[in-house]
């Protein structure tokens, strides 16, 4: 049986190209002051039998009047009650404060028996690695953090309508990544994929192996060309990294 999360995903998932009989799911976490919408375009690089399931966290676009999440281990629980239903392979992947939560969501899926087939985590350094404080940063100072990193077009950053709407939900967001610390527990047992640009501020190409010190299943480093979202003119390439590993994990897919 092909267990759907059907009505449970919503409205923490988004899934814009549903597959009820899907053989394997994608699920996407997004960065801080991102939305399930930056992976619409995923859905188009997928397998035809792929479902994309797009995290759509509280205090934006369709959630826009719900409060931030301030705390990540209760964000990381809703997910994994929604994922844990699927008996197809899974894979999680999160970029930046999206891959804090993919990690969070793995160690539960772990713990109740369900674990992913593969967490690729995007833009981050490792959960024990210190982080910075830009969500105690003044306002002027967090707008200029956002341009440095990449991925927002000038019309939204020179727009003052818009840096009032989107500020106080990238504070909660930029404190809820940047105060989060993993408690004990046991190790993953799902291979791990690091990607990172080569240009990312934020993460130190150097240590980005120490995510193969969550898990016992091996880590993989691939490097792209890029700033902080890298992901986004590398699309393509990316997922299909993704897919190519999981198909070396699993004969769920039939071979092209």
Do not use: K
Request: proline share 10%.
């Amino acid at each position: 049986m092909n267990a759907y999360p059907g009505r449970a995903a919503a409205p923490w998932f988004q899934c814009y190209r549903p597959v009820p009989v899907a053989t394997a799911r994608l699920a996407c976490f997004p960065h801080a002051g991102g939305s399930a919408s930056f992976f619409r375009p995923w859905a188009d690089e997928l397998p035809a039998d792929v479902e994309l399931l797009a995290a759509q966290y509280p205090g934006r676009e369709d959630r826009l009047r719900e409060p931030p999440v301030t705390d990540l281990g209760e964000l990381a629980d809703r997910y994994a009650d929604v994922l844990r239903a699927t008996d197809v392979p899974l894979v999680l992947f999160g970029h930046s404060l999206g891959a804090a939560v993919g990690y969070e969501v793995a160690r539960r899926l772990v713990t109740a028996g369900a674990p992913p087939a593969l967490l690729v985590v995007s833009g981050r350094q490792a959960p024990f690695d210190p982080s910075r404080a830009v969500h105690l940063m003044d306002d002027d100072a967090l707008w200029a953090d956002v341009a440095r990193a990449g991925g927002t077009s000038r019309a939204v950053l020179e727009s003052p309508e818009l840096r009032a709407l989107v500020l106080p939900v990238l504070r909660a967001d930029y404190r809820l990544s940047e105060t989060y610390r993993p408690s004990a527990g046991p190790p993953l047992t799902c291979p791990v994929l690091a990607v990172s640009g080569d240009a990312d501020p934020d993460v130190d190409l150097a240590v980005l192996p120490g995510w193969g010190t969550v898990t016992t299943a091996g880590c993989e480093v691939r490097v792209f060309p890029g700033d902080h979202f890298f992901l986004q003119p590398h699309r393509r390439a990316l997922v299909g990294e993704i897919v190519r590993r999981l198909r070396a994990r699993t004969d769920a897919w039939a071979t092209p």
